[in-house]
C-alpha cells in the first residue's frame, strides 16, 4: 500500500505547527542516500514514521539512526494489525530473523497509534508535537468548545444576583478565577458563560475544556485562550491528579504572565465542589494560588426565586425554538413556574426538568415530573437501565466507555469502544457492531457533550451510571480491563522526553479507567496497577498511581501495602505526606503488617519518610508500646541521622503512658557515646523517675 497521500497530510499538520519537516518530498536529489539521511536524523529533535505492510532497508537504517541518537519517536500506522504480522511483505531486506524481531518489537514499543483519515491523523500529529515542543501555534480541536455551544449557554444562562459581577471582574483583572460551590448551583454554566464574555472582549482565538494536567500543558505557549478547568481535583470526591500536583505551574504559565504582559491575553477558569475543593486546600499546590481568585455559589441567596424563573423560562424558549417541545408543553411548564422553581431551587434542576420531563408534561404527570427532577443521579440511572430493557446495546456499551473515560478525545475512546464491543461478541456471542462516535454522542446528547472531549455533561450524569455499573455490571468491567491489559504492559521508551511519555493517552485511559474499577473490582484493578506501577515515575503517573491505591485500600486496606512500601522509596515531596497519611490510615485496623513494611523501609535509603514513621508510631505506642519501642530504638540507633529526633520525641509521648517499658530502652541508648542523644535521653529518665510509681499501666 502506498502511503504518499498520507506523508502529504504529515507535512502540512507538521508546517501548520510552525516547524519545517525534512522528507525525501522536498528534497528529491537526497533520494536514500543513508549518510544523507543519518546526517538529517541527528540534526533533527523528533522522528515521525508512517507504517504500512512493506519495510524497506532505508526505513530500518533511519530507525536505528533515530534509536541510536536518542531522537523522540513517534509511530503511526494505517493498520493495527501491521505490526503484529511483522511485516508479510519485505523488499528484499537482507537482515537476520534477530535484526527484525528488535526491529518490530521497538518499533511496537513507541505505543504507536493507529489513525483512519487525514483529521485523525492530524490529530494524532498535533498532540505527539506538541508533547515535546515549546512552540505550537493551532490549538488541538479535541479541546476546543465550539461556538454554537457558547451560543446556547449565553441563551440559557442566568447569572446569579450576588456574585457574579465579582466573578467577573475578578476573572478580568486577575486572569484566573476559582468556582466553589455544591452541585448544581450552576459553577460549570458560570464558568462558560464568564469566558464567552471575555471572548468577545479580548478577542480570545479559542475557549478550551480541559480536566487533566497532560492536556492542558498543551497549551502552554499560547496567548490569547480561555481555559476552563472543569472538576481538576475530582468530579465527586477529590482525587489525588497531577493537576493539583501542578496547578501553581498552570496560575504561572497563564494568569500570571498574563496580568504582567499585555500581549497575553490567557484566562483561567477552575469550576470544583465545594468539599472537594477543602481537601485540595489542603492536598493539593492550589493553596499556593491567590485567595482573592476565589468565590463560592451557594444554593439560597445567591439566585432569587425571580432569576430561577427566568432560567426556566430560557430553557423553555430554547427548547420550544428547537422544536423539542410544543407550545402546549411549553404553556403547561410556564403556568406552573412557581411550583417548579420552588420544589427544585438548583439551576441545573431545572434544566434537567425542561430537558427531560416537559415534553409529555400533562396536569396529571406534573407532580411526578418535578419530583423526579429533583432526583438527577437515580433518573439516569433509570434511563441507562431502560437501553437494556430496549436491547440498544450498542449505546448502552458506548455510554459505558464514555463512564470510564472520562474527558477523552474521539479517536481513544473509539478504538476501546471497538475492542470493547470485540470482547463482548466473543463473551457472549452476541454481533454487535461499531457506529461512529459521532453518531452514539447524537443519540445521547441530553446527558454527553456533542463536542469537544467526549464527556458527560454535569457530574451527577456521571455517577448515576457508575452506580448502576456498580450494581450489575462488574462482568462487564473485568472484561473491559483485559482491554487495557495491552496498554499497562507496553514498555516505556527510552528514547521518549518524559514529558512525552506524561503525555501518553493510552496511559491516561487506563488512569481513568482504574479511578472507577478500584472501587468496583479491586483485586483485578490492582493487578493491572501493579504492571503500572513499574513505569509510574518515567510516565509521570505518580500522583494518580497514589489516588487509585486509596481508592483501592478502601475496599481492601493490606492489599495495597506492597505498593505503598514501592512508592515511598520514591523520595518525591508531593508523594511524602500523602503516603504517611495512608499508612497512618491503615494501622489502625493493620498494624503489625503496617509495622513491618516500616522496618523494611527504616532498612532502605528511605530516611526522608523517618520523621513520618516515628510520628505514627507515636500514635500507636501510646495503645500498643511493646509493638513500636523496638522499631523505635532501632531509629535512635542508626547511623543515619535524620529522624533521630523524632524517634526521641516517640519515646517520650509513649513514656508518659508506659514508663516502665521506656525504661530499659533509655539505659541502653544511655550507654551509647552519642552526644546529640545524651541530654535528650538524660532528660526523659530523670523525668520518668519523677514518677511516684514506675509501675506497668494497667
Known sequence: MSLNSERKWAIETIRELEHEPVAFELDPASGHVWEWWRRRIIDSDIFVLLIDSDISLPVFDEVETARKHKKCIFVFAKDEDILRRKGKSLQNLNLS????????????????????????????????????????????????????????????????????????????????????????????????????????????DAIVRCTEYHDISLLFSQKNVGVLLDDPFGKVKFESTSMGQYIDEVYEKFAAISKENANNNNFVVITCREEVFEEALENTKVSEVPKDTIIQILQEGDYSTDDLIKILKNHLDYYVSKNSIDYEEFAMAETHAHKIVKALRFPHNIGFFVENFVKGLTADNIDTAIENAGKIKEEVEKWYSRLDKNKDYELKFFVFTAALLPDSDSSALGELYSAFINEINKEHNMKLSTPSIGYMRSKCNVYITESGLVNFKHPSYLEGIINRIRKQQSDDLVLFLKCIQPIVLQPVSPFQSALSQRLSGNVWDVIHVLRVSATIVPDHSLRLLEGLMKNARERGILAEIFGIIERIGEANPTSILPLLEELAKINEDYLRDNISHAFDKIIKTEPQRTLVCFRNLIGTKAWYLRPCIASIMAKIGRDNPDMVIPILEELILDGTHYGKSDAVDALITIGREWPIKVMPVLERLSQKKDNRLKYSVEWLAAELRKRPDLTEKK
Do not use: C
Open 97 to 204: 530473523v534477530g535484526d527484525l524481531e528488535r526491529f518490530y518489537n521497538f518499533v511496537s514499543s513507541m505505543k504507536f497509534k493507529v489513525f483512519q483519515d487525514r483529521d485523525d491523523l492530524r490529530r494524532e500529529i498535533i498532540r505527539v508535537i506538541a508533547s515535546i515542543s515549546p512552540k505550537l501555534s493551532s490549538i488541538p480541536d479535541f479541546l476546543v468548545i465550539q461556538d454554537w455551544e457558547l451560543q446556547r449557554i449565553r441563551a440559557l444562562y442566568v447569572p446569579p444576583i450576588r456574585k457574579f459581577e465579582r466573578a467577573q471582574s475578578i476573572l478580568d483583572s486577575r486572569r484566573f478565577l476559582i468556582i466553589a460551590g455544591p452541585p448544581h448551583v450552576g459553577k460549570t454554566s458560570m464558568a462558560y458563560y464568564l469566558l464567552s464574555l471575555m471572548k468577545d472582549k479580548y478577542n480570545l
